[in-house]
């Protein structure tokens, strides 16, 4: 699950994406007394909608090790998105995240203009699926589930040829490799792209494991 950027968005294959003339106002934010008579209606920040997709996870089992928020939005150091931005062109998020089985999970909507829109819709529609669990359909809430199944970046080559490093390295040989190649693949870097950080992300964290075990 950690192989996939939370930054930039990295969108589920196979998701189909909303032209702009699809998109929509959210209305996920909450109502105030203002300064006047009447309530007003307050948009939702990036903060409170990482916040309810966070919670309804958490209701379902999940912690935030196993959740990774992907959008447009630089994170912070928790690795969720800072809410301290402008909205970027594309506001679509994708929330992944690992269940209690160890099956990887995704949903994705660029349905609303606004990032704190889409992240607030995601956990309405969580809640709603939550309630699945509630009244006892715990299969049914499952079967829901089963078509957010996440794809995770393919890994032909073996994880040392992809760091360059010699199959029987160690721990820092393998760390020394990683900081070396994320500074050159990163989305951000010229020549870098998700793929590319995905995959080196995706060998680091395979040759730790072997190094583990």
Not at 44 to 57: E, G, H, S
Not at 75 to 91: C, E, K
Not at 157 to 168: I, K, R, Y
Request: include cysteine.
């Amino acid at each position: 699950m950690k192989a996939i950027p939370a930054y930039p968005l990295q969108w589920p294959t196979g998701w189909q994406r909303s032209s702009f003339a699809q998109r929509t106002h959210g209305k996920f934010g909450k109502r105030d007394k203002g300064t006047g008579s009447y309530p007003v209606l307050r948009d939702v920040t990036v903060n409170d909608a990482v916040n309810r997709v966070r919670d309804q996870l958490r209701m379902l089992g999940i912690g935030d090790d196993d959740i990774v928020i992907s959008t447009n939005l630089k994170t912070r150091l928790d690795g969720f998105p800072r809410s301290d931005q402008a909205q970027p062109s594309d506001t679509g998020v994708a929330v992944y995240w690992v269940d209690r089985d160890g099956g990887s999970r995704c949903m994705a909507t660029d349905r609303y203009f606004r990032v704190a829109d889409n992240l607030a819709g995601i956990a309405a529609s969580l809640e709603a699926l939550r309630a699945l669990d509630r009244h006892g359909s715990a299969e049914i809430l499952s079967r829901a589930f089963s078509g957010f199944a996440a794809l995770e970046a393919p890994q032909d080559d073996p994880w040392h040829q992809v760091l360059g490093v010699p199959a029987d390295a160690g721990k820092p040989a393998i760390e020394a490799a990683w900081r070396r190649l994320r500074s050159t693949c990163h989305p951000d870097k010229p020549g870098g792209s998700v793929e590319a950080f995905q995959r080196a992300q995706a060998a680091y964290e395979r040759g730790l494991r072997e190094v583990v075990l």
